[in-house]
């Protein structure tokens, strides 16, 4: 570990003037029993990064938009500070206005979650020069792997199985076509300041190269403020998994197994699980080895994901570093029996992990269902509006992440994302099966979710055989949700009618019958009435 990064962490603890923190190897300090965390962030991860607070004994403290007033986390939270208007621009990306609030607040650390400010070097350096524990890496690390190109280099010199492709940022379009000849087609051109899909494109023919090239660097330019493109070979028939790391402060590190996202849509997760049917142990241990050499070779400290293409022959190929908690931490927490917000939380403080290699083992099997208020049916297009009823489903071996409460308007100025919900069985067909019980309950009436997309993908039979790559959305989409366009006005009116007729069942209980088989009418009735449709009170 470097000395400088140690150094630095000392000295930003100690600005704070509130924490002390270990020496290496040291006992755990105590942090300041009365810590108050600022959570820079909204929704769900504020909602989970609040109770990792409170379940630490540390006060959390929130930001909000005024969009967001009357947000459970506003509720829950010690205290609140609005911070500006519903645009992100004017509210969660003000980096000043968050550390008036942190000021405000006389908060000792600060917790970005996903999105917004999370991966910002410069609001880290902004956290640290203000004497707040950023819950995070380090800003050096993080402006590392954030340079794409940097990165892929960094790994290649340490010997970690890169993506055959250009190693500098390309200067010029003859550069790149210079590469698809050697390499052959189809190559993909990446942002090197990007990450998560934005500015990339898939080039099929050098044909193609020019208006590419174009395109990518325009959308760089718009995304991240750099128009800098590299090239790579593009891989087809791969999956996307991702190894968690944990690193303290101390120069301990441990990986925390893979989890396997692979079904996606334009670069849209939707669902991920943990571990990955392609892994077997020994697989699991070259790969987390991979990835404890990426936090070696970049002084990484706190949280981190290392993603990894893997072919059909089960070679990985390193692709980038996130320097952050992820939207997808849930089924890794549940398979390790690891608070990952709490050992961020933890690490940022100064504790040292208390975490062995040897005994963190994938337990069981756990899926994240992504629900999104966006419309499967019509391309998932955005579904803002009121939630006007909330079901959420509960049982063995399921867990919601939501903010979500009935009443919520759902607005058109922040991510999708209004849920996780996460099931985890003793293997993979038992998580399924209770997913498949769970997406049955779960209700968001008033807007379109994703939730029919989910009982559809749960049928599926690639998808329950594991069969997964990442085009097995692409290509399996319109089977998926051609069945959902059906509620059209035909559909809508038999479930009005198997509406009326179940509820004259109720005033006759005796025309159901006690225990009786529901009629196909009674199914397509409470089938509709679960994906929103029909009256907006029980009808059984
Ligand atoms: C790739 C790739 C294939 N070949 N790079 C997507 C997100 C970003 N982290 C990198 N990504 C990819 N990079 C090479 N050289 C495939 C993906 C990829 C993907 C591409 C198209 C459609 C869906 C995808 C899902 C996951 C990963």
Same mark, same amino acid.
């Given at each position: 570990?470097?000395?400088t990064?140690?150094?630095?962490?000392k000295?930003?603890?100690?600005a704070?003037?509130?924490?002390?923190?270990?020496?290496?190897?040291?006992?755990a300090a105590p942090?300041?029993?009365?810590?108050?965390?600022?959570?820079?962030?909204?929704g769900e991860i504020?909602l989970?990064v609040?109770?990792?607070?409170r379940?630490?004994g540390?006060?959390?403290?929130v930001?909000y938009?005024e969009?967001d007033r009357?947000?459970?986390?506003v509720?829950?939270?010690d205290?609140?500070f609005?911070?500006g208007?519903?645009?992100a621009?004017?509210?969660y990306l003000?980096?000043d206005?968050?550390?008036r609030a942190?000021r405000a607040a006389?908060?000792?650390a600060?917790?970005?979650?996903?999105?917004?400010l999370a991966?910002n070097?410069e609001?880290?350096r902004a956290?640290d020069g203000?004497?707040?524990v950023?819950?995070?890496?380090p800003p050096?690390a993080?402006?590392l792997?954030?340079?794409?190109?940097e990165?892929?280099?960094?790994?290649?010199?340490r010997?970690?199985?890169v993506?055959?492709?250009?190693?500098?940022?390309?200067?010029?379009?003859?550069?790149i076509a210079a590469?698809?000849?050697?390499?052959g087609?189809?190559?993909?051109?990446k942002?090197?300041a990007?990450?998560g899909g934005?500015?990339?494109?898939v080039v099929?023919?050098e044909?193609?190269?020019?208006?590419a090239?174009?395109?990518a660097?325009s959308e760089a330019?718009?995304?991240?403020g750099d128009d800098g493109l590299y090239a790579?070979?593009?891989?087809?028939?791969?999956?996307?998994v991702?190894?968690?790391i944990l690193a303290?402060?101390h120069g301990r590190?441990v990986h925390l197994?893979e989890r396997?996202?692979?079904?996606?849509?334009r670069?849209?997760k939707?669902?991920?699980?943990?571990?990955s049917?392609?892994l077997?142990p020994?697989?699991?241990e070259?790969l987390?080895g991979?990835a404890l050499?990426?936090v070696?070779a970049?002084?990484?400290?706190?949280? +981190?994901t290392?993603?990894? /293409?893997?072919?059909? @022959?089960? *070679?990985?190929?390193?692709?980038e570093?996130?320097? $952050? &908690?992820?939207?997808?931490h849930?089924?890794?927490?549940?398979v390790?029996?690891?608070?990952?917000?709490r050992?961020?939380?933890?690490?940022?403080l +100064?504790e040292?992990?208390g /975490?062995?290699?040897? @005994?963190? *083992?994938?337990?069981g099997w756990?899926?994240?269902c $992504? &629900?999104?208020a966006?419309?499967p049916?019509?391309?998932?297009r955005?579904?803002p509006g009121?939630?006007?009823?909330?079901?959420?489903?509960?049982g063995?071996?399921?867990?919601?992440d939501t903010?979500?409460?009935a009443g919520?308007?759902?607005s058109l100025?922040y991510?999708a994302?209004?849920?996780k919900?996460i099931a985890?069985?003793?293997?993979?067909?038992?998580?399924?099966?209770?997913?498949r019980?769970a997406v049955?309950?779960?209700?968001?009436a008033?807007?379109k979710t994703?939730?029919?997309f989910?009982r559809a993908?749960l049928?599926d039979a690639?998808f329950?055989?594991?069969?997964?790559?990442?085009?097995?959305?692409?290509r399996r989409?319109g089977?998926l949700?051609?069945?959902?366009?059906?509620?059209?006005p035909?559909?809508e009116?038999?479930?009005?009618?198997?509406?009326?007729?179940?509820t004259?069942e109720?005033?006759?209980p005796e025309a159901a019958?006690?225990?009786?088989?529901?009629?196909a009418?009674s199914l397509a009735g409470r089938?509709?009435?679960?994906?929103g449709y029909?009256p907006?009170r029980?009808?059984?």
């Amino acid at each position: 570990m470097p000395r400088t990064v140690r150094t630095t962490r000392k000295k930003r603890a100690r600005a704070g003037g509130t924490l002390r923190v270990s020496r290496p190897r040291g006992p755990a300090a105590p942090a300041r029993p009365s810590a108050r965390i600022l959570i820079a962030n909204r929704g769900e991860i504020a909602l989970r990064v609040l109770r990792a607070c409170r379940e630490m004994g540390y006060s959390p403290v929130v930001v909000y938009s005024e969009a967001d007033r009357d947000t459970l986390p506003v509720r829950l939270a010690d205290a609140a500070f609005c911070i500006g208007p519903a645009p992100a621009a004017t509210s969660y990306l003000d980096i000043d206005a968050i550390l008036r609030a942190a000021r405000a607040a006389r908060a000792d650390a600060v917790h970005p979650g996903y999105g917004f400010l999370a991966e910002n070097p410069e609001f880290a350096r902004a956290c640290d020069g203000a004497g707040l524990v950023f819950v995070g890496p380090p800003p050096e690390a993080m402006h590392l792997v954030g340079d794409k190109v940097e990165a892929r280099r960094l790994m290649e010199k340490r010997g970690v199985p890169v993506i055959p492709g250009l190693l500098d940022r390309a200067a010029d379009t003859a550069a790149i076509a210079a590469f698809g000849q050697r390499i052959g087609y189809p190559i993909i051109l990446k942002a090197a300041a990007g990450g998560g899909g934005k500015g990339m494109r898939v080039v099929r023919a050098e044909g193609e190269l020019d208006s590419a090239v174009r395109a990518a660097r325009s959308e760089a330019k718009t995304s991240f403020g750099d128009d800098g493109l590299y090239a790579e070979k593009f891989m087809e028939n791969v999956r996307h998994v991702e190894i968690q790391i944990l690193a303290d402060n101390h120069g301990r590190a441990v990986h925390l197994g893979e989890r396997e996202c692979s079904v996606q849509r334009r670069h849209q997760k939707l669902v991920e699980e943990a571990p990955s049917v392609a892994l077997d142990p020994a697989a699991r241990e070259r790969l987390g080895g991979m990835a404890l050499e990426v936090v070696r070779a970049c002084g990484y400290q706190n949280a +981190g994901t290392v993603e990894f /293409l893997l072919d059909g @022959r089960g *070679r990985a190929h390193f692709m980038e570093v996130n320097a $952050r &908690i992820q939207v997808e931490h849930p089924v890794t927490e549940m398979v390790m029996g690891v608070d990952l917000v709490r050992a961020q939380i933890a690490i940022a403080l +100064g504790e040292p992990l208390g /975490l062995e290699q040897e @005994r963190l *083992r994938p337990r069981g099997w756990a899926i994240e269902c $992504r &629900i999104l208020a966006e419309d499967p049916a019509h391309g998932f297009r955005p579904s803002p509006g009121r939630i006007v009823a909330l079901r959420v489903p509960a049982g063995p071996g399921i867990r919601v992440d939501t903010a979500l409460q009935a009443g919520d308007s759902i607005s058109l100025h922040y991510d999708a994302l209004i849920a996780k919900l996460i099931a985890w069985g003793r293997d993979r067909a038992e998580a399924i099966h209770r997913m498949r019980r769970a997406v049955d309950e779960f209700l968001v009436a008033g807007i379109k979710t994703s939730l029919p997309f989910d009982r559809a993908l749960l049928r599926d039979a690639d998808f329950v055989a594991g069969r997964l790559d990442i085009g097995f959305l692409d290509r399996r989409i319109g089977s998926l949700t051609e069945s959902l366009r059906e509620v059209g006005p035909e559909a809508e009116m038999a479930a009005v009618a198997a509406c009326i007729r179940a509820t004259e069942e109720i005033s006759r209980p005796e025309a159901a019958g006690d225990g009786a088989a529901l009629g196909a009418w009674s199914l397509a009735g409470r089938r509709a009435l679960m994906d929103g449709y029909g009256p907006r009170r029980p009808v059984v």
